[in-house]
């Protein structure tokens, strides 16, 4: 932990003649983008899997008419044919679980009041009016939520929002445009009988995957959920999941832009 404290420092120190008063929380954000950056040939290899998994969805919706009426074999089969044709439905998460290191080293970093054996002067860093080691709740209750540390949280709770949307949106129109999520929820245990989630959504009608509707709804609202995230953790912490959260839109939108439905989304970063 004092390495890593040490670390943070080191770029602090690094930066204030450009950031000054804030230049812990550029070197938090500069971290980001270098956590990312180390992270980036996992998320191409992830979109590459992605392509792999679309690529299969006419065996997968062959497997749904042959097993529909039986989930079981269903998801054996689908399981099968990954094996077979080497393509991990797994390869998405790995992005995310190798980032979660950086953010709990952040969050714990800027939770604790001695780092060593000795104070922690890193909490003494800002973000403009805003202490780094400070909540949302700390703000509300040190002028509010337009007071001078709450319209930082305000300024950042307006990224997310904007991120989420466009994630939002582009998720939409590419499970609207194919089949890519049916192969993850096939292997995924099944939650009801074989009419669960028959909602029609995606065009997969009954023979479609148990559980899957629920899956298709909640998906893309997931993004929202980091708003939750800022407003709890540690604002050190909180520039570090909005920093992420924005280079992973505009990765996945740049990495995706051939996918079926996401020619908009790329557009709108052109």
């Known amino acids: 932990m004092s390495t890593f404290a040490s670390l943070v420092e080191g770029l602090s120190e690094l930066l204030e003649p450009l950031f000054q008063a804030s230049a812990a929380a550029a070197a938090i954000i500069l971290f980001t983008a270098l956590v990312r950056l180390l992270v980036h040939p996992l998320s191409r290899a992830s979109a590459r899997g992605q392509r792999a998994r679309a690529a299969l969805q006419p065996q997968i919706a062959a497997l749904r008419k042959k097993h529909g009426k039986n989930p079981e074999k269903l998801q054996k089969a689908v399981l099968e044919l990954h094996a077979k ?3 991990s ?3 998405g998460c790995l992005p995310s679980l190798f980032q979660l290191p950086a953010f709990f080293l952040l969050y ?3 939770s604790n009041s001695r780092i060593g054996g000795e104070a922690n002067s890193l909490l003494a860093h800002r973000l403009f009016a805003a202490p780094l080691g400070d909540r949302w709740a700390d703000a509300l209750g040190d002028g509010g939520a337009f007071g001078a540390a709450g319209l930082v ?3 950042l709770f307006v990224i997310v929002a904007a991120v989420a949307t466009f994630n939002y949106r ?3 129109r590419m499970m609207a445009a194919s089949g890519a999520v ?3 929820a096939a292997v995924t245990p099944a939650t009801g009988g074989d009419r669960g989630g028959q909602d029609g959504q995606g065009g997969f009608g009954e023979q479609q995957v148990p559980g899957l509707g629920a899956i298709t709804k909640v998906m893309p609202l997931m993004s ?3 708003l939750f995230t800022v407003a709890v953790v540690p604002l050190a912490a ?3 999941v909005v920093t992420s959260t924005t280079w992973s839109a505009v990765e996945r939108a740049v990495l995706y832009r051939d996918m079926p439905g996401a020619a908009p989304a790329a557009a709108v970063l052109g």
């Open 170 to 172: 582009r998720t939409k």
């Open 85 to 87: 044709e080497k393509v």
């Open 238 to 240: 909180a520039l570090y």
């Open 89 to 91: 439905p797994l390869s």
């Open 182 to 184: 049916t192969a993850v």
């Open 153 to 155: 949280y305000v300024a």
């Open 224 to 226: 929202f959920l980091t």
């Open 108 to 110: 714990h970093l800027f």
